[in-house]
């Protein structure tokens, strides 16, 4: 029932696109190509679906710069979750841009120099201030990673354009991934030792409180010059191997579905919020990807999608969740949905990148390509 009124929703909205925007002609959408530069820049937020190596320059737990992390990545263990290639760096190279860095990794010199997109995200990061940091440790809330961005666009970019009208252009042209929200359930809500938040809230209040939270966040882009948004939405986290397994008694689905169902209150209170965005911030656009859905059936039928070794993760994981450090992770990488015992391997990643980039499904009212032309 709800799914068919998110669908109608972005029906909608993109109808409505189409009528107030002017599509720069959508059938001449050019294919990438190593040599042709999309746009002029990538702008990452999120949390360890996205992080490129803030986490390495952080005092956490949330922290994978060793094997076998990056094992099929070019230069190894460098702070991304997975074995290889965030859905983001896809994204990056289809632009004909290089890899996002990561801010903390930046000295000041580099960041006033630039110019191709800066990464905020850190693992463990939440939209709430609070989400991740009970045991975990320091992290780059929502808040701060706005902030990080405040001051790219205040104090370094204007060492690299003469006129504020340049940066303006050149903001307005460049493309902006969010993925957050899923630490605000997996590390504070569904922490009720650590956290009061399930006390105070119910599951819809809950969703209220971080959509709320999140639209202010969005708001603070757009207001310092955003205008492209892809806002991923949050995975079926009651599938990941680390909550199945942590459930008592266990369940008898593949995935928790009651927690499955928080998640989707988030899910379609964002799609309503930036669908509201995108009429009241003037000249913004905001597409949706669709995470939720494919990975949903990915983890009920993985072998009818090709991962043969189903929702077993590929290395050997600790008590934190991620992979134990130096251990011989699973062979083939591909036949896996998880990497450790929360996060994708790249083949996932690769598929939504891939979707969203060019594909019809999985990013709403347009994929990435026709963001860039609009
Ligand atoms: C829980 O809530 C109470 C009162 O609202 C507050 O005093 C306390 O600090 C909270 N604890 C945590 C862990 O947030
Ligand atoms: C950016 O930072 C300045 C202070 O340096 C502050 O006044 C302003 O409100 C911030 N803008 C946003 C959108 O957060
Ligand atoms: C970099 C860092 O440690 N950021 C924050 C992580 O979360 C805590 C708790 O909200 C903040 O106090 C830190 O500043």
């Known amino acids: 029932m709800k ?3 998110v669908f109608m929703l972005h029906l909608i909205s993109f109808f ?15 294919l990438p190509s190593q040599s042709h530069v999309l746009a002029p820049a990538l702008y990452v937020f999120g949390d360890s679906l996205v992080d490129s190596g803030n986490n390495n320059y952080l005092q956490t737990l949330a922290k994978v710069n ?12 460098t702070g991304r979750f997975n074995n290889g290639k965030t859905a983001v760096d896809f994204i990056a190279s289809w632009l004909g841009l290089p890899y996002v860095p990561p801010y903390l990794g930046l000295s000041e010199k580099q960041r006033r120099k630039t110019k191709t997109g800066i990464n905020y995200a850190s693992g463990a990061a939440g939209l709430l201030q609070e989400s991740g940091t009970a045991i975990i440790g ?23 354009f003469k006129t504020h009208k340049k940066i303006s ?3 307005s042209k460049s493309i902006f991934v969010i993925s957050i929200g899923s630490n605000d359930y997996i590390n504070n809500y569904l922490q009720p030792t650590l956290y009061n938040s399930s006390k105070i809230y119910n599951p819809e209040q809950y969703g209220a409180l971080l959509v709320s939270t999140f639209r202010k966040h969005l708001t603070s882009l757009y207001k310092l010059g955003a205008r492209k948004f892809v806002i991923f939405e949050v995975g079926p986290v009651g599938c990941t191997p680390a ?20 998640v989707k209150i988030f899910n379609f209170r964002t799609t309503i919020m930036i669908l509201e965005l995108t009429f009241t911030l003037k000249g ?19 072998i009818k999608y090709g991962f043969t070794g189903g929702n077993t993760p590929c290395c050997a994981v600790g008590a934190s969740t991620l992979c134990l450090p130096n251990q011989k992770p699973c062979a083939n990488r591909n036949a896996h949905l998880y990497w450790d015992a929360f996060h994708p391997v790249q083949r996932v990643n690769y598929e939504v990148a891939n979707g969203c980039f060019k594909g019809s499904h999985t990013c709403f009212p347009m994929n990435i390509l026709k963001l860039t032309n609009v």
Do not use: W
């Open 284 to 302: 913004s656009i905001f597409i949706s990807a669709d995470i939720y859905g494919k990975s949903y059936q990915q983890n009920l039928h993985p």
């Open 3 to 5: 799914f068919s009124i």
């Open 138 to 160: 320091d992290n780059l809330s929502m808040e701060e990673q706005v902030n990080y961005f405040n001051k790219t666009v205040k104090t370094d970019l204007p060492k690299i």
């Open 66 to 77: 060793y094997t076998p992390y990056g094992v099929d990545f070019r230069n190894g263990a």
């Open 169 to 171: 252009k050149y903001l």
């Open 16 to 30: 409505l696109l189409v009528q107030t925007q002017q599509f720069a002609s959508v059938e001449a959408v050019k």
């Open 243 to 262: 909550i199945v397994f942590r459930t008592t008694p266990r369940p008898t689905t593949p995935c928790v579905e009651n927690i499955n169902d928080l």
